[in-house]
């Protein structure tokens, strides 16, 4: 059974920082390619990043230099947002993604309800 919980999101002023967690089952953080990917209201699905078990990380290009995904020994990961702008309002997805060889997570598998960011 995957699962998949996060926590962290919230409002803040562009500029200000942000960070998620996502507390994954140690059977699919250990087997998995794990990203976060976000969805904006009428907007379409955007990957954020992707990164597998040996640290090979994608970013897309909107969030490169600003965002950073950090993988933990207990199964937990976090995505450092810093210089939020208001466009990177959405809710955020913790997942699972089919492929992170220059992949930001565009393709995920499985994802839970995921938490809301909203930069103003």
């Known amino acids: 059974d995957v699962q998949l919980v996060e926590s962290g999101g919230g409002s803040v002023e562009a500029g200000r920082s942000l960070r998620l967690s996502c507390a994954v089952s140690?059977?699919?953080?250990?087997?998995?390619?794990m990203g976060w990917f976000r969805q904006a209201p009428g907007k379409e699905r955007e990957g954020v990043v992707g990164?597998?078990?040996?640290?090979?990380t994608t970013y897309a290009d909107s969030v490169k230099g600003r965002f950073a995904i950090s993988r933990y020994n207990n199964n937990t990961m976090t995505l450092q947002m810093n210089s939020l702008k208001p466009e990177d309002t959405a809710t955020y997805y913790c997942a699972t993604c089919m492929s992170c060889i220059s992949d930001a997570c565009t393709n995920p598998t499985y994802w839970r309800q995921g938490t809301q960011v909203t930069v103003s």
């Open positions: 990164t597998d078990r040996d640290g090979h």
């Open positions: 140690k059977y699919t953080y250990s087997r998995h390619c």
